[in-house]
């Protein structure tokens, strides 16, 4: 499965971005997708993810109340909406896919396919 990331770009803090992985070569069926995103100097870190029924989905702490994550099974897309967004949310956001269950959700080692990143940086 080859993963495609896109929609970041630059926003003020307090906006909206809506970020798209799109799916090729295969399909989400199956798989749990993750969200994970990366500042410099910093480690991966867990956003958000969705099962493979894309009917649970699980925020970060962090990022609970303004982000979500959903699935266009028609499109073979996963989208990351991006609300209220804050400068601590300036970082590169991964999507990938692989077997996580609720217990490795988060672990970045659950998850095979990954995506090439798009650039979100938020402005103070």
């Known amino acids: 499965v080859q993963l495609q990331a896109s929609g970041g770009g630059l926003v003020q803090a307090g906006g909206s971005l809506r970020l798209t992985c799109a799916a090729s070569?295969?399909?989400?069926?199956?798989?749990?997708t993750g969200w994970f995103r990366q500042a410099p100097g910093k480690e991966r870190e867990f956003v958000a993810a969705?099962?493979?029924?894309?009917?649970?989905?699980y925020p970060a702490d962090s990022v609970k109340g303004r982000f979500a994550v959903s699935r266009d099974r028609a499109k073979n897309t996963v989208y990351l909406q991006m609300n209220s967004l804050k400068p601590e949310d300036t970082a590169v956001y991964f999507c990938?896919?692989?077997?996580?269950?609720?217990?490795?959700?988060?672990?970045?080692?659950?998850?095979?396919?990954w995506g090439q990143g798009t650039q979100v940086t938020v402005s103070s």
């Open positions: 990938a896919v692989g077997r996580a269950i609720m217990s490795t959700m988060a672990d970045i080692r659950a998850y095979y396919y």
């Open positions: 969705i099962r493979p029924s894309g009917s649970n989905t």
């Open positions: 070569g295969g399909t989400f069926s199956g798989y749990t």
